[in-house]
């Protein structure tokens, strides 16, 4: 954006009203910025002072500017401005938490090393008066050489005195000085200076030698010869030798410094005050009372998503089927119908339900982080999670991904570690989701439940398809971790911030930009994924005769619709009248309904056998032949990739019960009764479907990946097609492995 | 002189050294754990990892593993 407006970088430690400041500053005037490799935001936006205008950037929270990873070096990057096609900031405004002054101000003391104008926002004075101290800012700006603006950004004060300091600063450009380091470090830097030449500005120059395995470093490694890497390391030696190591002096230095500008403006009072945060964590972070109230809060959390979001979803359904029956009636049967209804309406519907539980589960999130329960919730569950190499902020998104792993991957950005959040991410789809569950119904419902099973097999049976997710992630996670996702152990030092009461506009905020961010970037695929499928399994929809299926099953599906009218006339005039000539006839239409429903049901079932998603199923048979599938189960697997939830449909229309809602359990039952009923084609008369098959189909489900909006929304937050490429064959191949190995141990006594 | 997670809920220490130059130890002393800063634990986890404490004006949740390499002198 070179608009030729001042361009002002905002940077700040988390939980110091960082994003509040920039949304009251810029207002609804935002966009996201993406970096190419980088999985982190920064938002861009601007305003307007005395007419003139000025572009806002908001890098994302840090502690410190010694980068990492390619995410931590965005805001280093952009502050010293080597972003292609961006200026240097004009202007750094560095937002400090009043209450928490010293290690605040750490930070500030890197951003004025770099030279840039730096503009203090002294945030949340209110805090630090209620904790007992007083800060006179006038007396730190004049210790740090730098403007100090105190001001409260959640309640809007300050912000105007903020936006003039800033004009002025702007137009002053006085350079900036950090603190002085001891001179053998400054030698040293000199030195290494000179060996990497003058391409690099000196700011990473002090970093490459602060930061042992930091980003600089190994990027310089990349590019360099080996003798580098010993300089640096001889460096470092001779750092230590003359008593300042890195990285210890790079803390003391600006420590020391940090306490000499505070002494005389910073008083706290002589007895540190009680304050709530002390009240209510000696409860929340207790071992037992903090559990227990952890898991309540879970409970009460998931439950009120699936109160509140329960109705919404079928409100979409209803909307989808009542759009798609509109259609239906509008347009004349043949491929432009089916599109739109089969494909478009279905494939659009596919995208908003997911809606009211991403929308509720990022209000929830937001909530949690704003008043500065996210950090207990990861602390008490850390233990269990560092066990598969995770940690505690790991648990809410895999927890989530019980009901969805959309909005369960989503919620995963809570964890600032990236790898950590890359393995949560790929392991967050084996979570048995809700979608899976109408399979495990039908199936338990057809083979493992009756009089000749226990009483306890369907229970049993549902728990072990729920708990191999649970288990099975885990271990993938350590599989990741110690593979591919392999590194240093993260740290896991984690602030747990001030309680404060949620901000109401921050999270309805919080809660539409992520379901906006879904709609668009996901949607698209997930759209584009569902008619794929839909032209698979409707093309070629002629039959040998070159008759159409569509329009064979259309006028079938009409006559069908005429008998049932009058049927419904009949059973009403005998309802009043009895007469045996009429409930004759009513008999004779009812069995002529029948007679229609298995004539369509047999288009069906020739029509889908014989659509390209058929023949890839035949030809795949001996693929699935292992996990002891046919070529019908293994096309309905196939069909169901895209969305698992299209599973039991698809059943119901190659086993001739027609498609239903896989949620009504008649429909359910209907369909177990035909499954049971199935055969082998190859005319032995065996049974289709045992007791192993059905576990095999059920594994199979349970850890297979077969919905193209986790796919997506991987994709979306990876910001890469590696992952859920990655995601999708892992996924597959395990569910293969695993849904085999359940058939042929079963299969072992027979 | 111990280490920092032996302490017990309600125990102060003074910071006396920090082992390592890697992330961890970096990140640590950016936080503000250097010698002779005071340090108060104020909870551990319901399995006993990690443990929350009190330093300068804020409170910081870390492992045991990284506690250890802090030594500190009772206070």
């Known amino acids: 954006m070179s608009s030729g407006h001042p361009n002002i970088a905002f940077v700040g430690n988390p939980n110091t009203g960082k994003t509040t400041l920039f949304n009251a500053l810029t207002g609804l005037n935002q966009r996201v910025g993406n970096y190419p490799g980088v999985t982190v935001e920064t938002k861009k ?7 003139r205008t000025f572009d806002v950037i908001d890098l994302p929270g840090t502690y410190s500017l010694a980068a990492r990873s390619p995410d ?24 400090v938490d009043a209450s928490n002054l010293e290690r605040n101000l750490y930070l500030t003391t890197q951003v004025l090393e770099i030279g840039v104008p730096v503009v203090v926002a002294l945030n949340m004075t209110d805090v630090a008066v209620n904790q007992g101290m007083t800060i006179d800012a006038a007396r730190l700006s004049r210790n740090l050489g730098i403007p100090v603006v105190p001001m409260q950004a959640n309640k809007g004060k300050g912000l105007d005195d903020l936006k003039t300091t800033i004009a002025g600063a702007v137009d002053a450009s006085l350079p900036s000085h950090g603190p002085s380091f001891p001179d053998a470090f400054e030698t040293e830097v000199r030195q290494l200076s000179q060996r990497v030449g003058d391409g690099m500005p000196p700011f990473l120059v002090r970093r490459l030698l602060i930061d042992v395995g930091g980003y600089t470093e190994r990027l310089l490694a990349g590019r360099q010869n080996g003798h580098l890497a010993a300089e640096i390391q001889a460096a470092r030696e001779r750092l230590a030798l003359a008593g300042c190591p890195v990285p210890a002096v790079e803390a003391r230095t600006r420590y020391g410094w940090i306490r000499q500008a505070t002494t005389g403006c910073l008083q706290r009072p002589a007895e540190r005050p009680v304050t709530w945060t002390d009240r209510i964590d000696a409860v929340l972070t207790h071992r037992a009372a903090g559990l227990l109230v952890f898991l309540a809060m879970m409970f009460l959390v998931f439950q009120m998503i699936y109160v509140w979001a329960t109705p919404l979803m079928d409100l979409i359904s209803a909307g989808q089927d009542a759009v798609g029956g509109w259609l239906s009636g509008q347009l004349a049967p043949g491929p432009l119908r ?6 478009v309406v279905n494939g659009v519907g596919g995208v908003l339900v997911f809606l009211p539980q991403i929308l509720l589960l990022f209000a929830f ?10 950090a207990r919730a990861a602390f008490l569950m850390d233990r269990l999670m560092a066990g598969a190499g995770l940690n505690g902020k790991s648990f809410i998104p895999l927890l989530s991904s019980v009901a969805c792993a959309v909005p369960g991957i989503m919620a995963a950005r809570v964890i600032e570690n990236r790898r950590d959040r890359f393995a949560t991410i790929l392991v967050a789809p084996l979570m048995s989701c809700a979608a899976r569950l109408p399979v495990y119904l039908l199936l338990i419902g057809a083979f493992l439940s009756g009089d000749d099973h226990a009483w306890w097999t369907p229970g049993v049976t549902l728990f072990g398809m729920y708990a191999l997710g649970l288990v099975v992630a885990p271990l993938v996670a350590f599989a990741l971790k110690s593979t591919l996702l392999r590194g240093a152990t993260p740290v896991f030092v984690m602030e747990m ?17 992520a379901g906006w961010m879904f709609v668009c970037r996901a949607g698209t695929l997930i759209l584009a994924s569902m008619i794929v499928v839909w032209a698979l399994l409707y093309f070629p929809h002629t039959d040998a005769a070159g008759q159409s299926y569509d329009l064979q099953v259309a006028s079938k599906q009409d006559a069908r619709d005429e008998l049932e009218t009058e049927i419904a006339a009949l059973e009403k005039a005998i309802e009043q009248t009895p007469d045996a000539v009429e409930e004759q006839r009513l008999a004779e239409l009812t069995e002529k309904a029948q007679g229609l429903d298995d004539e369509i049901h047999a288009l069906e079932e020739a029509w889908k056998g014989q659509s390209y998603l058929g023949r890839a199923g035949k030809w795949l048979e001996p693929v699935v032949r292992p996990l002891g599938w046919d070529w019908r189960i293994g096309m309905a697997a196939l069909a169901s990739f895209p969305a ?7 059943l119901g229309l190659i086993f001739r019960e027609g498609e239903g809602d896989p949620g009504d359990e008649d429909y359910r039952a209907g369909l177990g009764q035909r499954l049971q009923e199935a055969r082998w084609e190859d005319g032995s008369g065996r049974q289709l479907f045992n007791v192993p098959v059905a576990l095999s189909v059920m594994v199979f489900f349970a850890l297979c990946c077969q919905c193209a909006s986790t796919l ?39 | 002189m ?32 250097i010698e002779g800063e005071v340090v108060e634990v104020l909870a551990f986890a319901p399995l006993g990892d990690p443990m929350e404490i009190r330093l300068r004006d804020f409170r910081l949740s870390l492992r045991r593993s990284e506690a250890n390499r802090i030594t500190v002198t009772r206070l």
Request: proline share 3%.
């Open chain 1, 497 to 513: 911030p001030l309680y404060k009461v949620p901000s109401a506009r921050l999270i309805v905020r919080r809660s539409v930009e």
């Open chain 1, 45 to 51: 936006g601007r305003f307007h002072w005395q007419g």
């Open chain 1, 644 to 650: 698992r939830e299209v599973m039991v449909g698809t």
């Open chain 1, 712 to 750: 997506a929304v991987i994709k979306r937050e990876t910001n890469s097609w590696r992952w859920p490429l990655f995601t999708f064959v892992y996924m597959t191949a395990l569910a293969y492995l695993g849904a085999a190995l359940v058939y042929q141990i079963g299969s072992l006594g027979s």
């Open chain 1, 72 to 95: 931590e070096m965005v805001a280093v990057d952009v502050i010293l401005g080597r972003n292609a096609g961006e200026r240097k900031p004009d202007l750094v405004v560095t937002i």
């Open chain 2, 2 to 33: 111990t280490s920092l997670d032996r302490l017990g809920v309600g125990q102060r220490g003074c910071v006396h050294a920090l082992a390592g130059t890697d992330a961890i130890a970096q990140r640590l002393y950016e936080m503000g754990l």
């Open chain 1, 365 to 374: 999130i937001a909530v949690l982080e704003d008043c500065g329960y996210m």
């Open chain 1, 338 to 343: 089916s599109l739109l209804v089969g494909g």
